[in-house]
């Protein structure tokens, strides 16, 4: 539309230009005048590039928004400063409570090796006693189970993480994500399940008692 | 007075090691009469053929809790009254709030020992005597 503007101004202008073949001086209302057509003729070109520039500028601006929306679902401060450290505390807590029961049951398995056999009722009050202590060490099985479950939900939730930014690099839709946590994080949340506490963490017995 | 050891026991935990334990330290003990249970669920099942005195229940368990299977206890007039101590990994202050709220006697943390498992079910039934 702008450029047909364009071109009913230019015979106009030709004519003035080529019909007379001397040169003539062009007073200055006639400068003005045509100046004035020039300009009326590229107002429609001017208004229609300014308003695809808008849109152009309108729809970068939304991409820009929707990248940083989709970046910050994969928030990789909470991922390094919260939960691989947590989950590197977890696996401390593995192997110290693994290394305790480990040495636990074989120091009680040697105490029992040096108990006396001459006098029977003695000889089984004694092993029953450190079959107790056996049992007891055994209660490190269901703590490490629950602290390598903790683990599996961390890696779910940095598992999702990675699959926001591989669609956003395949520059696929993208699903929004707007609770960070695992929907098992979000169900243990709701039922009040953290989990055994870290050392120096939580609460001990003697707090527990004090609260009975 | 001394604790009967005649006690009708429901110990409830959803790892099979853990109830392995829990049931031969109450051997041990001198507790005989001990019954399992591998979720809340399971546990108020059983509870419509039996009468316990006392529930042991782990705390974090599928479907059913055991926060959710000691609410249910103290909501059933029947077996409302039944003593019920909570033994957990369950470490944080406000979840010994809301288990006590819930009317839980007493509430033991893992790892722990025969001696503590002993003194919480002898507290349980002197506050009863008392």
């Known amino acids: 539309m702008g450029q047909s503007h364009i071109y009913e101004a230019?015979?106009?202008?030709?004519?003035?230009?080529?019909?007379?073949s001397e040169e003539r001086e062009i007073p200055l209302y006639e400068v003005i005048a045509m100046a004035e057509k020039v300009t009326s003729a590229l107002k429609p070109l001017v208004r229609s590039l300014d308003k695809s520039?808008?849109?152009?500028?309108?729809?970068?601006?939304?991409?820009?928004?929707?990248?940083?929306?989709d970046l910050s679902m994969v928030d990789p401060d909470d991922i390094f400063s919260r939960r691989i450290p947590e989950m590197g505390k977890e696996l401390g807590a593995i192997v110290a409570a693994t290394e305790v029961a480990t040495n636990t049951i074989m120091s009680i398995a040697e105490q029992v090796m040096e108990v006396k056999h001459e006098d029977p009722k003695q000889y089984a009050e004694a092993v029953q006693q450190h079959m107790m202590a056996i049992f007891e060490a055994c209660t490190f099985q269901d703590l490490t189970g629950q602290r390598v479950t903790r683990i599996i939900q961390t890696i779910e939730v940095i598992e999702q993480?990675?699959?926001?930014?591989?669609?956003?690099?395949?520059?696929?839709?993208?699903?929004?994500?707007?609770?960070?946590s695992s929907d098992t994080e979000k169900r243990n949340k709701e039922r009040l399940c953290n989990?055994?506490?870290?050392?120096?963490?939580?609460?001990?017995?003697?707090?527990?008692?004090a609260m009975f | 007075m001394p604790l009967n050891r005649n006690l009708r026991i429901l110990i409830v935990d959803d790892y099979s090691?853990?109830?392995?334990?829990?049931?031969?330290?109450?051997?041990?003990?001198?507790f005989e009469d001990v019954q399992e249970a591998t979720d809340g669920q399971a546990a108020l099942a059983l509870f419509e053929n039996h009468t316990f005195d006392l529930v042991i229940s782990d705390w974090n368990m599928e479907p059913m809790t055991g926060f959710q299977l000691l609410k249910s206890v103290r909501s059933r007039p029947a077996i409302a009254a039944t003593?019920?101590?909570?033994?957990?990994?369950e470490s944080a202050t406000e979840n010994v709030i809301e288990?006590?709220?819930?009317?839980?006697?007493?509430?033991?943390?893992?790892?722990?020992?025969?001696?503590?498992?002993?003194?919480?079910?002898?507290?349980?039934?002197?506050?009863?005597?008392?």
């Open chain 1, 10 to 20: 230019s015979p106009e202008l030709e004519n003035e230009n080529t019909n007379g």
């Open chain 1, 53 to 69: 520039m808008y849109r152009e500028l309108k729809d970068m601006l939304r991409n820009i928004e929707e990248l940083r929306g």
């Open chain 1, 161 to 180: 993480r990675i699959e926001v930014l591989c669609r956003l690099i395949e520059n696929n839709q993208i699903t929004p994500m707007a609770d960070k």
């Open chain 1, 195 to 209: 989990g055994p506490a870290n050392e120096g963490e939580g609460i001990n017995q003697e707090a527990v008692d």
């Open chain 2, 17 to 30: 090691t853990m109830l392995r334990i829990l049931r031969n330290l109450l051997k041990q003990l001198g």
């Open chain 2, 83 to 89: 003593k019920f101590i909570m033994i957990t990994a």
């Open chain 2, 99 to 130: 288990a006590k709220k819930a009317g839980v006697n007493n509430y033991i943390i893992k790892p722990f020992t025969s001696e503590v498992l002993l003194g919480k079910i002898e507290t349980v039934f002197a506050q009863q005597v008392a």
